[in-house]
């Protein structure tokens, strides 16, 4: 299992809870219409999401580029 920091608290994320999220933003991004090989921004502070968001632009066939803007607690 992996651990989240959210809201002063760590949050128990499993790999299928992982899975399950990642599959599910991949298909949304697709119905953007963003065409394959295309570089996305995936903006954010460093938490689960971010890297949720990365494999799901990875799995979608888009090319994340990643920009942290710093921790998730400040």
Same mark, same amino acid.
Do not use: H, Q
């Given at each position: 299992?992996?651990?989240?920091?959210?809201?002063?608290?760590?949050?128990?994320?499993?790999?299928?809870?992982? /899975?399950?999220?990642?599959?599910? $933003? +991949?298909?949304?991004?697709?119905?953007?219409?963003?065409?394959?090989? !295309?570089?996305?921004?995936?903006?954010?502070?460093?938490?689960?999401?971010?890297?949720? /968001?990365?494999?799901?632009?990875? $799995? +979608?066939?888009?090319?994340?580029?990643?920009?942290?803007?710093?921790? !998730?607690?400040?």
């Amino acid at each position: 299992e992996k651990r989240e920091w959210k809201t002063g608290k760590f949050k128990d994320v499993s790999f299928g809870d992982v /899975s399950r999220t990642t599959y599910r $933003l +991949a298909r949304f991004y697709r119905s953007l219409g963003v065409p394959p090989k !295309s570089r996305v921004l995936v903006l954010g502070r460093n938490c689960a999401e971010i890297e949720i /968001s990365y494999l799901a632009a990875t $799995l +979608a066939g888009m090319v994340p580029v990643v920009l942290n803007i710093g921790e !998730s607690n400040w």
